[in-house]
């Protein structure tokens, strides 16, 4: 299989990832090698299999399910506390919506 | 006091007995740490201030005559994905570089709660991803056992401190080998319990099927204990599982005898080296105990690496997202849009083997790729939990490599990230099954490197898994043969 680098800076925006034009060209290189590998499951049929999503779960559908109760969450204060740009008990951010 | 040689047991007995007090244990551990973690990089912070109220807690219950905890006293470091209130949590990463978390994982909660001393925060591959610690912003871990060497990953530091003897004890976290190969690279015992069987709050998520938290030591019983203290269910992690926790100690008996172990041959096959043949003389050592062997198949195993690989890096495109410059700490240039800030914070933040599994598990999960990628990869994984479900209605053990070869040399592998994915073929297969497996000390190659040998058992049994592992080391090992 082969991956170009269009392909690369394509699934580098879905990722918002900005990647400079040395990365493009390497990552186009071991993708296509990781995923040579990988494809490999292809040769293998796996109809009527069922898919794996949750490795192990022993208990009740129920048994997670808690009364609906009040109680303390993380303090805005804390919650903020790493924020790059906290302001007026929120985190902020360029501006997404002209006026 | 030996420091670097301590166990659970000998502090237990060395408090008892007034040798030395919780407070003067941390103190000298402390020092130690300090003074030894030059030559490794293993931890990336001391927790002084905190390791020392633990341990004056522990004196004071003492000195009331109360039960101090299964660790009483037990210095622990913590991986630095696991996270710690109020010590700096990087994940080995620049993006979490000035990260405080705001609250403690259940792992770290349950260990203090059992008297454990957390003494700092150990170096790891970048968001726990790497098989060689040398993907830390923070600079790579050397393996004590030979310093130009890799102490493996992605758990290094919490193997390299163990073996070190600046902790007696640590968590990693496991998510395709990286605490089980780190063990078998440094010489210490590591182990990854049944998926669940320790909650996975504060650990921060990697890939969320397959991520597990477990202890190292530098014997069986210390990580028996550790596990103890920190498994059962946890309401905060929904995952966590429900079945009451056995008092593993009990199960170590010593007596292994008819235990039926299985070898199986796709893990054997092409085996022609030094580590083979560790493990075969180790496998002796465990027939002359009064196990029976026989041989078993696992033909799923060829196609784990590829299911693997799709699985964890699909869901570490989608764990991994969070890091966009809003909520942690580090934010790059914006040029006044929300988009271009997402995007450099990303493009400067994570390293290079984060930049490729965000973009290969994008890739699979993107538009049409699906049914391919993660849906296919799911049903592999189906074949690979039965093969071991079929096993152990065989056996009650497995007994396999953790690595094809011990510790390489730093920066040996760097270039070549598909050799590096291949070396986790016999560690992965465990996690994708979600069965609990151990690395135990199995004599040293030639070099004078130490190798491990992998036991595997069925969920929730890694009370057999402690007691074969325990019978095997107290009976010297791999020279028991």
């Not at chain 2, 996975?200 to 990697?206: E, I, K, S, W």
Request: hydrophobic residues 40%; negative net charge.
């Amino acid at each position: 299989m082969k991956i170009t680098e269009e392909q690369v800076r394509y699934v580098a925006d879905l990722a918002n990832l900005r990647l400079t034009p040395e990365e493009v060209s390497r990552m186009a290189r071991d993708m296509e090698s990781i995923l040579g590998h990988i494809d490999k499951l292809n040769e293998l049929d796996t109809a009527g299999v069922p898919a794996m999503a949750q490795v192990l779960f022993d208990a009740s559908e129920t048994a997670t399910l808690r009364a609906d109760m009040e109680r303390p969450t993380l303090p805005n204060e804390a919650a903020l506390a790493n924020a790059p740009q906290p302001g007026g008990g929120f985190f902020k951010v360029p501006k997404v919506i002209e006026r | 006091m030996d420091i670097a040689k301590l166990t659970i047991d000998g502090i237990r007995s060395g408090l008892k007995a007034k040798a030395f007090s919780a407070r003067e244990l941390c103190d000298a551990a402390l020092a130690f740490a300090g003074a030894e973690n030059p030559k490794t990089n293993a931890y990336l912070m001391l927790s002084e201030a905190r390791a020392r109220a633990a341990a004056d807690a522990v004196d004071a219950k003492l000195a009331r005559g109360e039960d101090a905890g299964l660790l009483a006293g037990v210095p622990v470091a913590v991986k630095d994905v696991i996270v710690t209130k109020g010590v700096r949590t990087t994940c080995g990463s620049r993006l979490l570089e000035k990260f405080v978390p705001p609250y403690d994982a259940t792992a770290v909660e349950r260990l203090e709660a059992a008297g454990g001393v957390v003494i700092g925060k150990a170096n790891c591959d970048e968001f726990a991803m790497g098989s060689s610690n040398e993907n830390s912003a923070f600079g790579p871990v050397r393996n004590p056992v030979d310093l130009e060497r890799v102490p493996g990953g992605s758990s290094g530091g919490s193997a390299a401190v163990v073996a070190q003897g600046t902790a007696v004890v640590s968590l990693g976290s496991d998510t395709g080998g990286s605490i089980r190969q780190p063990a078998s690279f440094c010489g210490v015992v590591g182990v990854t319990p049944t998926y669940g069987r320790v909650s996975r709050y504060g650990l921060v998520a990697f890939a969320s099927s397959l991520d597990h938290i477990g202890p190292f030591g530098r014997n069986v019983r210390d990580t028996a204990a550790l596990l103890e203290a920190i498994a059962g269910r946890d309401e905060m992690d929904a995952t966590s599982a429900f079945a009451p926790v056995p008092r593993y100690a009990e199960a170590m008996t010593g007596d292994v005898r008819g235990m039926k172990i299985g070898l199986p041959k796709e893990y054997f096959a092409g085996l022609a080296s030094e580590t083979g043949d560790l493990i075969l003389r180790g496998v002796e050592a465990l027939k002359k105990l009064g196990c029976e062997i026989k041989e078993v198949s696992l033909p799923a195993t060829e196609w784990a690496i590829s299911c693997y690989y799709i699985i964890c890096t699909a869901e570490a495109s989608s764990n991994l997202a969070r890091y966009d410059g809003v909520k942690y700490t580090l934010r790059s240039e914006d040029s006044g849009t929300l988009a271009a800030m997402y995007r450099n914070t990303r493009g400067d933040g994570f390293g290079a083997e984060c930049k490729r599994r965000i973009m290969l598990g994008t890739y699979v999960l993107s538009h049409g790729y699906y049914d391919a990628y993660y849906l296919k990869a799911q049903r592999v994984r189906t074949l690979i939990s039965r093969d071991f479900q079929n096993a152990f209605g065989e056996v009650d053990a497995l007994v396999t490599p953790v690595s094809p070869f011990p510790a390489f040399k730093l920066g040996e592998k760097l270039d070549d990230p598909l050799a590096m994915y291949l070396s986790d073929i016999y560690t992965i297969t465990g996690d994708l099954a979600g069965i609990p497996c151990m690395s135990v000390p199995c004599g040293t190659a030639s070099s004078g490197l130490p190798v491990g040998m992998q036991i595997l058992t069925n969920h929730f049994q890694e009370a057999a898994m402690f007691r074969l592992a325990e019978a095997f080391e107290r009976n010297g090992g791999v020279d028991a043969a």
